[in-house]
């Protein structure tokens, strides 16, 4: 009830919830109160979240933050809501979005942009941008996320929270609508660390309805937490700490590299070589599975369909052209064009080349450390319209984030600051290839 009053009173100028779920979650709530149930059975017993929109949820409207599907209610469950709601979670409602998730700062949602609650001029950032504001704003006690090429923890950064993304692979991604299928991954948006590796394991493990999920065990997060960092060797990219990021970031990410050495882990530089052209390879790869995944909203089979169409193909063309807004519609141009027969050996394939030599920087470089330290976002906040005009400037603050997401490694974004402004600085901590334990692990000792 202290959640839905605060949405209530806060959340018209925030703008962070698409839907809100209120009867729904007091009638949850009520047999949580009613059943007593075990924590052990029941971990999250009680614990109100709030879902990214592009989570399919039973009978509840799940928008994605567009037109085109502003009133499709699925008839099922994604895998991470149905292992969350037998953790026993409530759900407070449905948050804001970039449209598909695609963007970085929520300004291309058909719901319009977010504000930051440490300021609401600028953007929350994105593309969870509602859930990082909703965590932040307490409009809940946590949220979920997706994170493509950066958005659970880029938004995570500018709002203060913690927030991870995990293994591509740990948590199942049926039931989350595709942006880019082989980047989307699930996972939570929190308050603190161990909040964090709570969420994360309710939601990580096998599922057999998404053959892309690995069948690897699940450590116990929690526990890992407070394995010692002493001795640990945390690896300084070279290509992280260059020029052009805000002066009041490169500080702060400093001084928290300094906190993890007193703590007595030890600081070693380390190289990934190819960070300069994960921007390009990201925004060839994701646009291209993106235009493929977006091909089914065609007017037939969800959502919205235009009524006055004359024939089937001015159906499908004036559904796409009013259902879609203008970054969903670039992006399929940008993925249909890198696709297209006599340019895909030219664009896609080289960049899937070259997200090869990434993902080999990542494992030479976890070769001679246990855990990667670098900023998330090269500047904190911008105000809401600063980079609307110009998607390549929208497209390079992401060059801190893709290229843990084109290597599939885990990462988290933590707080570590705020600038002489007062705005918000995250420092991001990524693993190897299914170490979540050990970035919460650091995580949780410098938090
Ligand atoms: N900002 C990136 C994009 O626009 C990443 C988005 C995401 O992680 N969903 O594609």
């Known amino acids: 009830s202290a959640f839905l009053r605060r949405i209530e009173a806060v959340d018209a100028r925030l703008n962070a919830f698409i839907t809100v779920l209120a009867d729904q979650a007091l009638a949850q709530a009520e047999e949580i109160d009613r059943d007593r149930p075990d924590v052990r059975e029941k971990p999250l017993a009680g614990m109100p979240l709030a879902l990214k929109d592009v989570l399919c949820t039973k009978g509840v409207r799940t928008t994605c933050g567009s037109r085109i599907l502003e009133n499709f209610r699925p008839p099922f469950d994604a895998t991470a809501v149905e292992r969350l709601k037998g953790a026993g979670a409530i759900f407070l409602g449905k948050t804001n979005m970039d449209e598909f998730a695609m963007g970085s700062s ?18 929350s950032g994105g593309s969870s941008g509602g859930s990082t504001a909703a965590v932040a704003a307490d409009l809940c006690a946590a949220a979920i996320g997706t994170d493509t090429g950066g958005s659970i923890r880029q938004p995570a950064s500018f709002c203060s929270v913690v927030g991870l993304k995990p293994t591509y692979g740990r948590v199942s991604r049926y039931g989350l609508v595709a942006f880019a299928s082989s980047l ?26 998404d053959s892309t999920s690995v069948d690897i065990s699940v450590e116990d997060y929690a526990a890992a937490l407070r394995r010692p960092v002493q ?7 070279k290509e992280y700490f260059v020029e052009g990021t805000d002066p009041d970031v490169a500080d702060a990410v400093e001084k928290a590299i300094g906190t993890c050495e007193r703590l007595g882990a030890r600081r070693v530089e380390v190289s990934l070589p190819h960070t300069e052209y994960g921007v390009a390879a990201y925004y060839i790869i994701a646009p291209a599975e993106a235009s493929s995944n977006l091909a089914r909203y065609d007017g037939v089979k969800y959502g919205y369909r235009v ?22 519609k670039r992006r399929v141009m940008l993925g249909t064009y890198s696709l297209s027969a006599g340019y895909y050996d030219a664009y896609y394939r080289k960049a899937s080349q070259v997200r090869t030599l990434i993902r080999n920087d990542f494992i030479e470089a976890f070769k001679v450390c246990d855990a990667i330290l670098a900023p998330v976002s090269p500047f904190p906040a911008f105000k809401i319209g600063e980079k609307t005009d110009d998607p390549l400037q929208m497209y390079l603050s992401d060059v801190f984030t ?21 705005l918000p600085i995250g420092l991001q901590i990524l693993g190897p290839h299914f170490r979540e334990d050990r970035v919460l692990q650091v995580a949780w000792h410098f938090e």
């Open 402 to 422: 893709l290229p843990a997401s084109l290597a599939g490694v885990p990462g988290v974004s933590v707080p570590c600051g705020f600038t002489r402004e007062g």
């Open 307 to 328: 009524e006055e169409a004359k024939d089937l193909l001015s159906m499908y063309c004036l559904t796409r052209s009013r259902g879609f807004g203008p970054e969903v």
């Open 184 to 209: 989307d991954q699930i996972g939570p948006i929190t308050k603190d660390v161990e909040d964090a590796a709570l969420v994360l394991q309710a939601v990580a493990g096998h599922d057999p309805r």
């Open 106 to 123: 929520n300004e291309n949602s058909a719901f319009g942009a977010v504000r930051n609650p440490w300021d609401t001029e600028r953007v």
């Open 231 to 237: 001795g640990l060797r945390l690896g300084i990219p």
